[in-house]
């Protein structure tokens, strides 16, 4: 057994252990718009649900030398943005969208992506994706020291959920129609593979 010590690596190490180690991870794939109304996406790994009750996410955005990435941005100011859950069909448009566009290009553009207008959000959403979910900023957390913050956790409220009818039935998902991608270590994804069920045990 190995035992590493975070506080004598980088950034950059440590970012390499946690990424291979916690997996798979869902991926957020976020639309949000700037002052002019253009709209970004963006892919975001560090992602999950808080509670049901308000329904809460998290998004964790890591900031470029301590520079607030334009999804963060964008969230923080117009308080608003869409979750979509990122499926096979159209997983190389997402990773596509993780190149280092400038601020003033949407990447929807770019990959060939539609725009669906949202109920409850001005931010538009992605045609394509199975389940999308609009969001309306709950809180915005900075995360590091005072010097160089390195990250943006972001915590948004689900204001409502678009679901592909062939993913729901009696109020729940079917996993096998939605066919979800998962982020693994360095470049590489994963689908969903075999599945088992494990009953929760009942005290007697």
């Known amino acids: 057994m190995k035992s590493i010590n975070p506080s004598a690596q980088s950034r950059t190490e440590n970012y390499k252990l946690l990424i291979g180690s916690i997996v798979p991870r869902p991926i957020a794939f976020v639309t949000s718009h700037n002052e002019e109304g253009l709209v970004n996406a963006a892919p975001f790994s560090f992602f999950n649900a808080i509670t049901a009750k308000p329904p809460l996410i998290s998004i964790s955005i890591g900031r470029k030398e301590g520079e607030v990435k334009d999804t963060a941005y964008n969230i923080i100011n117009n308080k608003e943005f869409v979750v979509h ?35 409850k959000v001005k931010v538009s959403g992605i045609q394509e994706a199975k389940i999308r979910m609009e969001c309306k900023l709950h809180q915005a957390i900075t995360i590091g020291d005072d010097n160089q913050p390195t990250c943006d956790l972001i915590i948004g409220e689900v204001v409502m959920f678009h679901i592909d009818e062939d993913c729901y039935a009696q109020g729940k998902i079917h996993i ?11 470049a590489d994804y994963s689908k969903i593979g075999e599945t088992f069920t494990i009953p929760r045990p009942e005290m007697k």
């Open 85 to 119: 859950i990122v499926d096979n069909s159209f997983i190389k448009q997402v990773n596509q969208t993780s190149a280092d566009y400038p601020s003033n290009v949407s990447e929807i553009k770019e990959t060939g992506l539609k725009l669906v207008e949202s109920t």
């Open 176 to 186: 096998d129609n939605l066919e979800p991608v998962s982020r693994l270590g360095g």
